[in-house]
């Protein structure tokens, strides 16, 4: 069998010459995605914003959704919504938070369950307190800003600062940019969204490592090469692996999209926005910001003083 | 790096013997794996309620109910010492954890301090001027939250036994609350309404020198309560009401036993009960003493029925009637068996999932994993060969493994569980891409073969770490902070980081050195 060279070997594209338009088009996802989420806003889960949510499948055929609807909202329970799941039969309801404590929201489950009858399959039931979303919420946001720490104390650890500044920030655009598409597409977010931003995180930091590993590389063996020329080499470098990894992650989370389920399917969208949206973001961001945080000749000098490799020629004036 | 052992080469199999010897009764059915000797490893994937259908419920114990209880029980008590002492006192009550009196009186303050200490020599009492308060310590506080919790739990505990439910989990989280998951249940709702209920029963005498209505416009004489009578058909703000004497004449606690049964007369579905010795002495003489009168049983703040004392009932035994359906004197009388919670619970969150959506969605996420898998395994191949199937190799063994160690550590596959393992499918390969497109360039750069994956696999390896420590750190905060399923993704994933770096550096390493060693190839299909 022979191997296929997807990405050719010597591939040579000028990302660092265009580095000013990805800046430009991240600017503009970053600022749509911040505008989007506090002018429209995220469209809650139960998770976090208390509530009830209940799916159902019609033992008789296809489910009536207006007959339902209709019914549904003469309960006085305020914001009810109804939409097909994955099949004719089976419907999800929402229903907004009941004022009043814990009590109030188990009495609103068991007054729809009155109202809809027998003739329906219970698939799922949750309901979520007012307490508990209020922690959810807050376990979220402390998860992912402490996940980001530890990730940029770690590269800090093991690179110079200005490599963890950069994965840090390229961390950061790729989880709002998911954040933003949640608030654009107006999908829900609820925990397994917080699960898929924190993989994306991930996903995202991976791939930056592994660019920025051969950064590290090429700054020992090539000391006199530009910088800019050397981030670009970085790139072309490691481009083939980015994209074939980038690929298989992307046909499996595909085959779960797919055929995984109604359940998982925005989770699903949110990884494969986040794998998209990581990859770009480390080639086109990651490395084109390390040209501004002051990489010059004593950091890379500093990076020259553990030098094993032998591909490294002595350079007078190095410390 | 081209150099392997023997040692290295014996214990890269058997960890992957054992992640298949670990694996291998999840694809047994469940019946065949429970009958395996204890020698061979027998234990299935523990499957999240998610999967296997059930509910899970978090509940709080009302503490500040049973704090109330308590102070109630100290102005009582106070109450009775001040009048019996004749110190007039006014402005008794109690506050969240404390109760306080006025003393007008200066010179009857050093008296009336003396008996307050005495109520409760653990609390702190004080005198601040003319008002003397008692306060509850935090470690009197906490003395009762830990015992409210625990005999909660060792109640939920009995209740849902009785109900037949198999395997449930009830656990203490945090405080003040209470985890009950309860897998593969039918009718949720029963167990939920049988552990809501406090089903705190007392006996209580019907005042009848006081007038109802009188009390209704909110002159209740001291020492009644108003309590409504428990009519499911009343409206809500129509239900009779009914003046009960606030002592307790008999209570529950003194229950030995609790069966449903049937009226002799009409048939009717009652609830029998028997007291034990000090129960039936006590209600012995208050029937004795009261015939002819109505008393009450009360249930949980509700009055079931009031009916009246027709003669003394000395055997200790007897039977509630109310307007009761089968059903419900089956409930009330596991109620009573169980006994009742020390306060009140309310449900903070609830998931339930029906058998049907359980099943159907491991069935979507086999299917989504098999396709996963197949087609990560043909673009492998065809993006790299030889190595390429070499990499597939280690691919199904590291789902092997991930299986294998799921079981092995009885850890919980859920939904999120199993998509972590077809993000794994992907991610898994990511480090053999690595160490190949390295061995590819070092090919390029004129090396030979044997020096080319030598240098390939050093050099990708702490690019190899560096890149999934990340990962990793993402998994374990994820697991740390997350709730529920969300765990089951951490835990899937990070299994799934570790093993996957073990098959690509280990096992795809070993295939293409033995490869090497007996073939000695030229150049390389890369």
Known sequence: MKPLNLIPADVDIGFIIKRKLFFVFSALMIVTSIALVTTKGLNFGIDFKGGILIEIRNQEGPANISDMRGKLSSLGLGDVSLQEFGEPTDVLIRIQRQPGGDEAQQQAVNTVKSALGDKVDYRRTEFVGPQVSAELLENGIFAVSLAMLAILVYIWFRFEWQFGVGAVIALLHDVTATIGIFALLDFEFNLSTVAAVLTIAGYSINDTVVVYDRVRENLRKYKTMPLGELLNLSINNTLSRTIITSFTTLLALLALFFLGGEVIRDFSFAMIWGIVVGTYSSICVAVPLLLYFGLDDKARGNLAGDDTDEGAEPQPGAS | ?526
């Open chain 2, 1 to 526: 790096m081209v150099n392997f052992p023997t040692w290295k080469k014996f214990l890269v199999a058997v960890i992957c013997f054992l992640g298949i010897a670990f694996a291998a009764p999840n694809f047994v059915s469940e019946d065949l794996a429970q009958e395996l000797p204890d020698w061979v490893p027998h234990k299935q994937v523990n499957l999240g309620l998610d999967l296997r259908g059930g509910s899970h419920l978090l509940l709080e114990v009302e503490v500040q109910a049973v704090i109330d209880e308590y102070l109630e029980s100290l102005v009582d008590s106070a109450r009775a010492d001040l009048r019996g002492e004749r110190i007039r006192y006014r402005a008794l009550g109690k506050q969240q954890r404390s109760i306080g009196v006025t003393i007008p009186q200066e010179d009857q303050r050093e008296k009336a301090l003396q008996l307050m200490r005495d109520i409760d020599t653990a609390a702190e009492t004080s005198i601040d001027g003319d008002r003397i308060t008692i306060s509850m310590t935090d470690q009197q506080i906490v003395e009762r939250r830990t015992s409210a919790v625990q005999q909660s739990i060792e109640i939920i505990r009995r209740r849902i036994d009785e109900t037949g439910v198999r395997e449930p989990t009830i656990q203490r989280q945090g405080d003040d609350r209470v985890i009950v998951q309860l897998p593969g249940i039918d009718d949720p709702e029963r167990v939920k309404r049988l552990i809501g209920k406090t089903a705190k029963l007392t006996f209580q005498m019907v005042d009848i020198q006081n007038s109802v209505d009188e009390a209704m416009a909110g002159r209740v004489p001291p020492g009644s309560l108003l309590l409504p009578m428990a009519d499911p058909s009343a409206a809500p703000g129509q239900e009779q009401y009914i003046l009960v004497r606030k002592r307790i004449a008999v209570s529950g606690e003194n229950l030995v036993d609790a069966q449903p049964t049937f009226d002799g007369r009409d048939s009717q579905p009652v609830v029998s009960f028997r007291f034990d010795t000090i129960g039936a002495r006590k209600f012995g003489k208050v029937t004795t003493e009261n015939v002819k009168r109505p008393f009450a049983i009360v249930l949980d703040g509700k009055v079931i029925s009031a009916p009246v004392i027709q003669e003394p009932i000395l055997g200790g035994s007897g039977q509630i009637s109310g307007s009761f359906s089968v059903q419900e004197t089956n409930d009330l009388a596991l109620l009573l068996r169980a006994g009742a919670l020390p306060a009140p619970l309310t449900i903070l969150e609830e998931r339930t999932v029906g058998p049907g959506l359980g099943a159907d969605s491991i069935a979507a996420g086999e299917i989504a994993c098999i396709v996963g898998l197949i087609a990560v395994v043909i673009f492998m191949a065809i993006a790299y060969g030889r190595f390429g199937i070499y990499a597939d190799v280690a691919l199904a063994m590291n789902i092997f493994m991930i299986l294998g160690v799921l079981s092995m550590l009885q850890a919980t596959l859920t939904l999120p569980g199993i998509a972590g393992i077809v993000l794994t499918i992907g991610m898994a390969v990511d480090a053999n891409v690595l160490i190949f497109e390295r061995i590819r360039e070092e090919m390029r750069a004129g090396r030979t073969p044997i020096s080319s994956i030598d240098a390939g696999y050093s050099r990708a390896l702490s690019t190899i770490i560096d890149a999934n420590l990340t990962t990793l750190i993402a998994a374990i905060l994820l697991f740390a902070f997350g709730s529920g399923p969300v765990r089951g993704f951490a835990v899937t994933l990070s299994i799934g980081i570790v093993t996957s770096m073990f098959t690509a550096i280990m096992l795809t390493r070993l295939f293409v050195v033995s490869w090497l060693r007996s073939k000695r190839p030229t150049e390389l299909p890369l």
